[in-house]
Protein backbone atom coordinates (compact mmCIF):
# COMPACT_ATOMS: atom_id res chain seq x y z
CA UNK A 1 0.00 0.00 0.00
CA UNK A 2 1.34 3.50 -0.98
CA UNK A 3 -0.72 4.91 2.37
CA UNK A 4 -1.75 8.70 1.88
CA UNK A 5 -0.24 10.57 -0.99
CA UNK A 6 -0.03 14.25 -1.60
CA UNK A 7 0.85 16.19 -4.57
CA UNK A 8 2.70 18.55 -4.99
CA UNK A 9 5.04 18.39 -2.32
CA UNK A 10 5.46 22.49 -3.04
CA UNK A 11 4.04 25.30 -4.66
CA UNK A 12 4.50 28.72 -5.07
CA UNK A 13 1.53 31.02 -6.05
CA UNK A 14 0.40 34.21 -6.36
CA UNK A 15 -2.31 36.39 -3.97
CA UNK A 16 -5.78 35.47 -6.03
CA UNK A 17 -4.70 32.92 -8.00
CA UNK A 18 -6.46 28.98 -7.20
CA UNK A 19 -4.95 25.71 -6.75
CA UNK A 20 -6.23 22.22 -5.61
CA UNK A 21 -3.80 20.09 -3.24
CA UNK A 22 -4.40 16.42 -4.24
CA UNK A 23 -4.44 13.86 -1.61
CA UNK A 24 -5.34 10.11 -2.01
CA UNK A 25 -5.41 7.00 0.30
CA UNK A 26 -5.13 3.28 -0.67
CA UNK A 27 -6.37 1.82 2.23
CA UNK A 28 -9.98 1.86 2.26
CA UNK A 29 -10.31 4.69 4.91
CA UNK A 30 -14.17 6.66 5.54
CA UNK A 31 -12.32 9.17 7.76
CA UNK A 32 -10.39 11.75 5.78
CA UNK A 33 -9.18 14.90 6.15
CA UNK A 34 -7.10 18.23 5.99
CA UNK A 35 -4.75 20.15 8.46
CA UNK A 36 -2.56 23.19 8.44
CA UNK A 37 0.84 23.29 9.95
CA UNK A 38 2.14 27.09 11.01
CA UNK A 39 5.76 27.88 12.50
CA UNK A 40 5.59 27.06 15.74
CA UNK A 41 2.25 25.60 15.95
CA UNK A 42 0.31 22.23 15.83
CA UNK A 43 -1.66 21.05 13.43
CA UNK A 44 -5.12 22.76 13.08
CA UNK A 45 -7.77 20.86 11.42
CA UNK A 46 -9.77 22.78 8.18
CA UNK A 47 -12.02 20.31 6.97
CA UNK A 48 -12.79 16.79 6.91
CA UNK A 49 -14.95 14.21 5.65
CA UNK A 50 -16.40 10.77 7.59
CA UNK A 51 -17.08 8.92 3.91
CA UNK A 52 -17.46 9.91 0.01
CA UNK A 53 -20.02 12.96 -0.55
CA UNK A 54 -20.49 13.92 3.28
CA UNK A 55 -17.41 16.68 4.49
CA UNK A 56 -17.61 19.21 7.03
CA UNK A 57 -15.67 22.13 8.24
CA UNK A 58 -13.49 21.78 11.02
CA UNK A 59 -11.46 24.57 12.89
CA UNK A 60 -10.17 26.97 10.45
CA UNK A 61 -12.38 26.39 7.56
CA UNK A 62 -11.99 30.28 5.88
CA UNK A 63 -10.84 30.50 2.53
CA UNK A 64 -11.18 26.49 1.54
CA UNK A 65 -13.32 24.37 -0.12
CA UNK A 66 -13.34 20.34 0.25
CA UNK A 67 -15.79 17.61 -1.90
CA UNK A 68 -15.35 13.64 -1.72
CA UNK A 69 -16.95 12.12 -4.68
CA UNK A 70 -15.11 8.78 -3.83
CA UNK A 71 -13.34 6.96 -1.05
CA UNK A 72 -9.76 7.42 -1.88
CA UNK A 73 -9.69 11.10 -3.02
CA UNK A 74 -9.97 14.40 -0.95
CA UNK A 75 -8.61 17.54 -2.59
CA UNK A 76 -8.39 20.81 -1.13
CA UNK A 77 -8.93 23.99 -2.80
CA UNK A 78 -7.82 27.45 -2.85
CA UNK A 79 -9.92 29.83 -5.13
CA UNK A 80 -8.13 32.94 -4.17
CA UNK A 81 -5.12 32.34 -2.50
CA UNK A 82 -4.14 34.77 0.10
CA UNK A 83 -0.49 35.57 1.96
CA UNK A 84 -2.29 34.31 5.33
CA UNK A 85 -1.99 30.55 3.29
CA UNK A 86 1.15 30.25 3.33
CA UNK A 87 1.77 26.99 5.57
CA UNK A 88 2.15 23.09 5.51
CA UNK A 89 -1.01 21.07 4.36
CA UNK A 90 -1.46 17.83 5.57
CA UNK A 91 -3.90 15.51 4.74
CA UNK A 92 -4.95 12.47 7.13
CA UNK A 93 -7.18 9.37 6.97
CA UNK A 94 -8.69 6.88 9.19
CA UNK A 95 -10.44 3.71 9.15
CA UNK A 96 -14.08 5.97 10.36
CA UNK A 97 -14.33 8.14 13.10
CA UNK A 98 -13.69 6.69 16.40
CA UNK A 99 -11.01 4.62 18.03
CA UNK A 100 -8.64 4.43 15.24
CA UNK A 101 -4.94 5.87 14.51
CA UNK A 102 -4.87 8.29 11.77
CA UNK A 103 -2.01 8.40 9.14
CA UNK A 104 -0.47 11.44 7.73
CA UNK A 105 0.37 12.31 4.26
CA UNK A 106 4.03 14.01 3.58
CA UNK A 107 2.72 17.12 3.28
CA UNK A 108 2.53 20.08 0.78
CA UNK A 109 4.45 22.77 1.76
CA UNK A 110 2.70 26.31 0.03
CA UNK A 111 3.85 29.84 -0.55
CA UNK A 112 1.54 32.38 -1.56
CA UNK A 113 3.50 35.76 -2.77
CA UNK B 1 -12.62 22.59 20.97
CA UNK B 2 -10.31 20.71 23.51
CA UNK B 3 -7.35 22.52 24.21
CA UNK B 4 -4.00 20.51 24.37
CA UNK B 5 -0.88 21.78 26.60
CA UNK B 6 2.81 19.82 26.20
CA UNK B 7 5.38 20.59 28.09
CA UNK B 8 8.28 20.79 28.21
CA UNK B 9 8.48 22.95 24.42
CA UNK B 10 11.74 22.82 24.41
CA UNK B 11 14.52 19.90 25.40
CA UNK B 12 17.73 19.44 24.87
CA UNK B 13 19.98 15.86 26.34
CA UNK B 14 22.36 14.14 25.35
CA UNK B 15 22.54 11.06 23.75
CA UNK B 16 21.72 8.24 26.10
CA UNK B 17 19.73 10.10 28.80
CA UNK B 18 15.76 9.81 29.45
CA UNK B 19 13.00 11.58 29.01
CA UNK B 20 9.32 12.41 29.84
CA UNK B 21 7.43 14.89 27.27
CA UNK B 22 3.79 15.54 29.23
CA UNK B 23 0.62 16.27 27.56
CA UNK B 24 -2.49 17.33 29.47
CA UNK B 25 -6.38 17.90 28.08
CA UNK B 26 -8.75 20.26 28.86
CA UNK B 27 -11.99 17.66 28.28
CA UNK B 28 -12.27 13.83 28.43
CA UNK B 29 -11.69 11.86 25.11
CA UNK B 30 -11.82 8.55 23.99
CA UNK B 31 -8.99 8.56 21.15
CA UNK B 32 -5.33 10.24 22.31
CA UNK B 33 -2.09 9.53 19.80
CA UNK B 34 1.04 10.65 20.15
CA UNK B 35 3.53 11.76 16.92
CA UNK B 36 7.21 12.25 16.19
CA UNK B 37 7.69 14.49 13.30
CA UNK B 38 11.06 13.92 11.86
CA UNK B 39 13.23 16.76 10.49
CA UNK B 40 12.15 16.43 7.14
CA UNK B 41 8.58 17.04 8.53
CA UNK B 42 6.89 13.27 8.51
CA UNK B 43 4.66 12.66 10.82
CA UNK B 44 4.74 9.48 12.21
CA UNK B 45 3.00 7.52 14.54
CA UNK B 46 3.89 6.54 17.89
CA UNK B 47 0.78 5.75 19.97
CA UNK B 48 -2.67 4.87 20.14
CA UNK B 49 -3.45 5.54 24.07
CA UNK B 50 -6.58 7.04 24.88
CA UNK B 51 -6.09 5.41 28.08
CA UNK B 52 -3.79 2.94 29.83
CA UNK B 53 0.38 2.58 29.49
CA UNK B 54 1.83 0.92 25.99
CA UNK B 55 5.96 0.49 24.80
CA UNK B 56 7.65 0.08 21.86
CA UNK B 57 10.96 -0.53 22.29
CA UNK B 58 12.35 2.27 23.87
CA UNK B 59 9.41 4.54 24.06
CA UNK B 60 6.32 4.02 26.24
CA UNK B 61 3.53 6.00 27.28
CA UNK B 62 0.62 6.45 29.84
CA UNK B 63 -2.82 8.00 29.41
CA UNK B 64 -4.55 8.93 32.47
CA UNK B 65 -7.84 9.64 31.36
CA UNK B 66 -9.52 10.75 34.52
CA UNK B 67 -6.96 13.32 35.07
CA UNK B 68 -6.48 14.35 31.52
CA UNK B 69 -2.90 13.76 31.04
CA UNK B 70 -0.69 11.59 28.94
CA UNK B 71 2.61 10.78 29.31
CA UNK B 72 5.73 9.81 26.85
CA UNK B 73 8.69 8.60 27.85
CA UNK B 74 12.18 8.22 25.61
CA UNK B 75 14.77 5.82 27.45
CA UNK B 76 18.39 6.06 25.95
CA UNK B 77 17.97 8.50 23.18
CA UNK B 78 19.65 8.39 19.89
CA UNK B 79 19.92 11.27 17.86
CA UNK B 80 17.44 9.97 15.86
CA UNK B 81 14.86 10.83 18.36
CA UNK B 82 15.40 14.51 17.50
CA UNK B 83 12.42 16.58 16.23
CA UNK B 84 9.20 17.29 17.19
CA UNK B 85 6.83 15.48 19.13
CA UNK B 86 2.96 16.43 19.37
CA UNK B 87 0.06 15.15 21.32
CA UNK B 88 -2.93 14.64 19.15
CA UNK B 89 -6.63 14.31 21.02
CA UNK B 90 -10.64 13.84 20.13
CA UNK B 91 -13.41 13.16 21.61
CA UNK B 92 -17.25 12.47 20.79
CA UNK B 93 -17.39 15.29 17.72
CA UNK B 94 -15.44 14.89 14.66
CA UNK B 95 -12.25 16.93 15.46
CA UNK B 96 -8.30 16.33 16.08
CA UNK B 97 -6.89 18.67 18.37
CA UNK B 98 -3.41 19.25 18.57
CA UNK B 99 -0.91 20.32 20.52
CA UNK B 100 1.82 22.99 20.14
CA UNK B 101 4.65 20.48 20.44
CA UNK B 102 7.67 19.49 22.69
CA UNK B 103 10.68 20.39 20.25
CA UNK B 104 13.80 17.51 21.06
CA UNK B 105 16.86 18.24 20.01
CA UNK B 106 19.76 14.84 21.39
CA UNK B 107 23.38 15.88 20.55
CA UNK B 108 25.95 13.08 20.39
Known amino acids: NAGVTQTPKFQVLKTGQSMTLQCAQD?????MSWYRQDPGMGLRLIHY???????DQGEVPNGYNVSRSTTEDFPLRLLSAAPSQTSVYFC????????????FGPGTRLLVL | GIQVEQSPPDLILQEGANSTLRCNFS?????LQWFHQNPWGQLINLFY???GTKQNGRLSATTVATERYSLLYISSSQTTDSGVYFC??????????FGTGTSLTVIP
Open chain 2, 49 to 51: IPS
Open chain 1, 92 to 103: ASRVSWGQETQY
Open chain 1, 27 to 31: MNHEY
Open chain 2, 27 to 31: DSVNN
Open chain 2, 88 to 97: AVGNTGNQFY
Open chain 1, 49 to 55: SVGAGIT
